[in-house]
């Protein structure tokens, strides 16, 4: 018999781990998977292979934006590399976890910080990540299936257009599954045709989502984005969708696919693979609406592959090595980046020089041109 969940749980996470809880039964899931990731952390702190691989199930996929998806072996392969890796100690934190679900199927979204220790305790963010995780009851227990993961710290992705992306006929969709990707083409013939309501239709309210080396989006962000988008008149936009699985459960629906984004210029055309991870939940009503999103760039294609998003990741990299160069040093882990050692000069000559670097990181932020960019990279 399928439970109806009660509530999204969201949940800060301390370094320790997950909050305390008594061992959860299929009848408080929130609870369960909870304790899953606690014992997960707990594993990793331990350096246990076998704990840590137990929160995946067999037929597990795990995607990381710019790698190969991998399976329950190079999972397994992936872990006993970190695990035996010498260095400061590393620990995984989980931040603002949100975990929901519906049935045998649940999610659980979240930031992680991997922690560096050294051996006088001092510790660092070493790199942050965003995931979904899409879980299944498997008896009394849950399990990863589905693991899609995105850097949320501006690191760059490796783009490339030779790897084999999975898909699925649509034909092959029923039920629930069915109803999510008729609504998900719904959204691409009024997008395709600029149609601001019905691009608008299909998304939560309560909506967040992140395009890797991007801000979060929200509502009123993408309303703003699109409503920029088709006031242009001197570029045409199309973009199209392949499926790659849908998931339902519910009221809840995991979708992954991957999309090409399409502009068109006197110039000539431009064309952008993206894919993503997407969490659909039916509201009341009986409507599908997107609450969650997550992707990253693929491949790009035309005449302007890779000028201004290579631009901006230049200007990225270029200006936090400049700030870790002469941000302050502090004791807690506020600027969450690595810092080069030695001495500040706090010199009259000093501030003036990093007031003419900001400038010219200023004017050539300016210069960039996204108007060419897709959605996405321009929110």
Same mark, same amino acid.
């Given at each position: 018999?399928?439970?109806?969940? &009660?509530?999204?749980?969201?949940?800060?996470? #301390?370094?320790?781990?997950?909050?305390?809880? &008594? $061992?959860?039964?299929?009848?408080?899931?929130?609870? @369960?998977?909870?304790?899953?990731?606690?014992?997960?952390?707990?594993?990793?702190?331990?350096? *246990?292979?076998?704990?840590?691989?137990?929160?995946?199930?067999?037929? &597990?996929?795990?995607?990381?934006? =710019?790698?190969?998806?991998?399976?329950?072996?190079?999972?397994?392969?992936?872990?006993?590399?970190?695990?035996? &890796? *010498?260095?400061?100690?590393?620990?995984?934190?989980?931040? !603002?976890?949100?975990?929901?679900?519906?049935?045998?199927?649940?999610?659980?979204?979240?930031?992680?910080?991997?922690?560096?220790?050294?051996?006088? =305790?001092?510790?660092? #963010?070493?790199?942050?990540?965003?995931?979904?995780?899409?879980?299944?009851?498997?008896?009394?227990?849950?399990?990863?299936?589905?693991?899609?993961?995105?850097?949320?710290?501006?690191?760059? #992705?490796?783009?490339?257009?030779?790897?084999?992306?999975?898909?699925?006929?649509?034909?092959?969709?029923?039920? @629930?599954?069915?109803?999510?990707?008729?609504?998900?083409?719904?959204?691409?013939?009024?997008?395709?045709?600029?149609?601001?309501?019905?691009?608008?239709?299909?998304?939560?309210?309560?909506?967040?989502?992140?395009?890797?080396?991007?801000?979060?989006?929200?509502?009123?962000?993408?309303?703003?984005?699109?409503?920029?988008?088709?006031?242009?008149?001197?570029? +045409?936009?199309?973009?199209?969708?392949?499926?790659?699985?849908?998931?339902?459960?519910?009221?809840?629906?995991?979708?992954?696919?991957?999309?090409?984004?399409?502009?068109?210029?006197?110039?000539?055309?431009?064309?952008?693979?993206?894919? =993503?991870?997407?969490?659909?939940?039916?509201?009341?009503?009986?409507?599908?609406?997107?609450?969650?999103?997550?992707?990253?760039?693929?491949?790009?294609?035309?005449?302007?592959?890779?000028?201004?998003?290579?631009?901006?990741?230049?200007?990225?990299?270029?200006? %936090?090595? %400049?700030? @870790?160069?002469?941000?302050?040093?502090?004791?807690?882990?506020?600027?969450?980046? !690595? $810092?080069?050692?030695?001495?500040?000069?706090?010199?009259?000559?000093?501030?003036?020089? +990093?007031?003419?670097?900001?400038?010219?990181? !200023?004017?050539?932020?300016?210069?960039?041109?996204?108007?060419?960019?897709?959605?996405?990279?321009?929110?």
């Amino acid at each position: 018999m399928k439970k109806k969940w &009660a509530a999204v749980s969201v949940v800060a996470v #301390v370094l320790v781990g997950i909050p305390p809880t &008594a $061992r959860a039964n299929s009848a408080d899931a929130t609870s @369960a998977i909870r304790e899953k990731y606690k014992e997960w952390l707990a594993a990793y702190d331990a350096k *246990n292979l076998a704990g840590t691989i137990n929160i995946f199930a067999e037929d &597990a996929i795990s995607t990381f934006a =710019g790698a190969k998806d991998a399976g329950i072996e190079e999972i397994r392969a992936s872990y006993k590399k970190s695990l035996a &890796a *010498n260095g400061p100690k590393r620990t995984w934190k989980p931040v !603002e976890m949100e975990i929901d679900g519906d049935g045998d199927l649940a999610y659980a979204l979240a930031d992680w910080q991997l922690i560096e220790t050294q051996p006088d =305790g001092s510790g660092s #963010v070493r790199l942050t990540n965003r995931s979904v995780d899409v879980l299944r009851r498997e008896g009394e227990t849950w399990k990863i299936v589905r693991s899609f993961t995105i850097p949320a710290d501006k690191r760059p #992705v490796k783009l490339s257009c030779e790897i084999r992306l999975p898909r699925i006929s649509p034909d092959k969709f029923s039920g @629930a599954a069915a109803d999510v990707w008729q609504t998900l083409m719904r959204w691409r013939e009024s997008y395709n045709r600029r149609d601001l309501a019905g691009t608008l239709a299909p998304y939560d309210p309560l909506i967040t989502g992140l395009y890797e080396g991007n801000t979060p989006d929200d509502l009123a962000k993408l309303r703003e984005t699109y409503t920029r988008s088709f006031a242009q008149t001197d570029r +045409q936009r199309s973009i199209d969708f392949e499926p790659e699985e849908i998931l339902a459960s519910g009221r809840f629906a995991f979708v992954r696919d991957h999309w090409t984004s399409t502009i068109r210029t006197p110039q000539g055309q431009t064309q952008r693979i993206s894919r =993503g991870i997407e969490l659909w939940q039916k509201n009341p009503a009986g409507e599908w609406k997107l609450l969650h999103y997550l992707s990253y760039l693929v491949c790009e294609t035309g005449i302007n592959a890779g000028a201004s998003s290579s631009a901006l990741d230049k200007l990225a990299e270029d200006f %936090w090595l %400049w700030r @870790a160069k002469y941000a302050p040093f502090t004791g807690d882990d506020v600027n969450r980046i !690595e $810092r080069p050692g030695g001495t500040r000069n706090w010199s009259r000559a000093s501030i003036d020089k +990093q007031r003419k670097d900001l400038a010219a990181f !200023e004017a050539r932020w300016k210069k960039l041109d996204a108007t060419a960019w897709p959605i996405p990279q321009q929110v």
